[in-house]
């Protein structure tokens, strides 16, 4: 990084060991794609990430929402056997399955609530998160123009103030 572009760190004043976060993280990541020993077909990817990448890692983004297929089963199951066991017919299975099938519904509908809740704050989260610089020096992080500087350790909290 050329001097004139390096922000200059808040806490020791210098410039010299400092990083954008970003940057250091994508550096710090490696996936490895690989054929396993004995493997007739296909492939398998692993991952390793620096010990500073993990520290500097960028918010992560809200999940939820989504019916998976075990999530859709295992409520059908459960409703179809509340269901024998209340009615103890048939027409009580199927009314079961149909009750378990709009919880799993419900659940997943809830749960997607809560994401987009959260997501406002995520995305303000991590474009703070792709502003900030890190200085080895000092093992913190600051916006450039900023006085403020947070140790890593504070680097989550720092995102969502």
């Known amino acids: 990084m050329s001097s004139q572009n390096a922000p200059v760190c808040p ?25 396993p020993p004995g493997a007739i077909v ?9 010990l500073l990448a993990e520290r500097l890692k960028p918010p992560k983004q809200p999940e939820g929402g989504k019916l998976t297929a075990g999530a ?19 027409a009580g299975v199927t ?15 809830r749960a997607d609530e809560k ?3 959260a997501y406002p704050a995520w995305q303000k989260a ?8 890190y200085c080895g020096r000092d093992d913190g992080i600051f916006i450039p123009n900023e006085e403020r500087f947070v140790p890593v350790e504070q680097i989550q909290a720092f995102l969502y103030e």
């Open 42 to 50: 296909g492939t398998s990817t692993a991952s390793s990430m620096t």
């Open 72 to 90: 859709f089963i295992f409520w059908s199951v459960v409703g179809g056997l509340i269901g024998a066991l209340l009615f103890r017919e048939e």
């Open 11 to 35: 806490r020791c004043g210098k410039l010299d060991a400092v990083q954008k976060v970003s940057s250091l993280f994508a550096q710090g990541v490696t996936t490895v794609e690989y054929s």
């Open 95 to 109: 009314i079961g399955f149909v009750v378990g099938i709009l919880f799993a519904g419900l659940l997943a509908a």
């Open 115 to 117: 994401r987009k809740r």
């Open 126 to 133: 991590i474009q703070k998160w792709n502003s900030l610089y």
